[in-house]
Nanobody
């Protein structure tokens, strides 16, 4: 049974930082990362990490950093902006399928 368990969301002021974590279990994951979905918008890729490297959305380059330790993926978010407000979903590509976490809310507001 594959599980992705996220933590670390919350409310932060503009310019602040948050760190998201996602612990995955039940498979070997070749790709892990984060997507986000703001109200009224489509889900979009934020950052992905593979054995070959990392990939970031243009809107977060230089502010967000993705990292991985075993089957846990992290997203360090610095210099947060109100437009970063969204539900953030952990993503993982397993041996036979893609998997999603339940989502964690990130709200950037003063």
């Amino acid at each position: 049974q594959v599980q992705l368990v996220e933590s670390g969301g919350g409310l932060v002021q503009p310019g602040g930082s948050l760190r998201l974590s996602c612990a995955a279990s039940g498979s070997i994951f070749s790709i892990m990362g984060w997507y986000r979905q703001a109200p009224g918008k489509e889900r979009e890729m934020v950052a992905l990490i593979t054995s070959r490297g990392t990939n970031y959305a243009d809107s977060v380059k230089g502010r967000f950093t993705i990292s991985r330790a075993e089957n846990t993926v992290y997203l360090q978010m610095n210099s947060l902006k109100p437009e970063d407000t969204a539900v953030y979903f952990c993503y993982a590509t397993g041996a036979t399928a893609n998997y999603w976490g339940q989502g964690t809310q990130v709200t950037v507001s003063s």
